[in-house]
């Protein structure tokens, strides 16, 4: 399968490439500097430079055939749901996108544990569940991850719906690699299309 990585220079923009090359599928990834993407070069990797605020520049990579994974994270307020917009406005086949548990569908079901998250998202929140929305709308899979770890994948590892999710734990951190086990499953064999799906440590 060839997928395309948006915000591929990141922590778990990397992961996603690198497991998704691991798996053998090939890759086009997508950074505003793709020098930032710190992976040695292979056959089935192609380093593409675009800009989320640029929507031209996603459009001339993505397309009608394209299964897009998205890493892009909240650097600053507006970059989601621009990014959203430029994704959705090149059409592709499939979105699976990266966002938090807790904020806009998933925040009934993290309760009250979850206002720690949404303190420190302050004017980044609204932009979060925004884009979110948009992805979702579009038939897209929001994957909605508690705290990041570094850690490598973890072997117990599972994903639900927010019909199983449980209460969010500022303690129960999910490591990147697994995150990204997770969207790349959700990319072979499509499970939550339209929906947010959690993904969990073992």
């Given at each position: 399968m060839h997928l395309t990585v948006l915000a591929a220079s990141g922590r778990t923009g990397l992961a996603l490439t690198r497991q998704a090359l691991r798996r053998g599928h090939?890759?086009?990834?997508?950074?505003?500097?793709?020098?930032r993407i710190d992976l040695p070069g292979s056959p089935g990797l192609t380093k593409v430079a675009g800009d989320v605020h640029d929507p031209a520049s996603i459009?001339?990579?993505?397309?009608?055939?394209?299964?897009?994974?998205?890493?892009?994270?909240t650097d600053q307020a507006g970059v989601l749901l621009a990014g959203a917009k430029a994704v959705l406005a090149?059409?592709?086949r499939r979105v699976i996108w990266l966002g938090a548990y807790g904020t806009g569908e998933s925040a009934a079901a993290?309760?009250?544990g979850a206002s720690v998250l949404?303190?420190?998202l302050g004017d980044r929140l609204a932009?979060?569940?925004?884009?979110?929305?948009?992805?979702?709308a579009a038939g897209g899979t929001v994957f909605h991850a508690g705290v990041l770890g570094?850690?490598?994948?973890?072997?117990?590892?599972?994903?639900?719906?927010l019909d199983a999710a449980p209460p969010f734990d500022l303690g129960a951190k999910v490591s990147r690699e697994s995150v990204a086990a997770a969207m790349l499953d959700?990319?072979?064999s499509p499970r939550f299309p339209g929906a947010v799906a959690l993904p969990l440590p073992g």
């Open positions: 090939t890759v086009t990834a997508i950074a505003r500097d793709p020098a459009a001339a990579i993505v397309g009608a055939d394209s299964v897009v994974l998205s890493a892009l994270g090149a059409g592709p993290a309760g009250a949404v303190r420190l932009d979060k569940v925004a884009a979110d929305g948009a992805v979702l570094d850690g490598p994948e973890d072997p117990g590892r599972r994903t639900v719906g959700e990319a072979e």
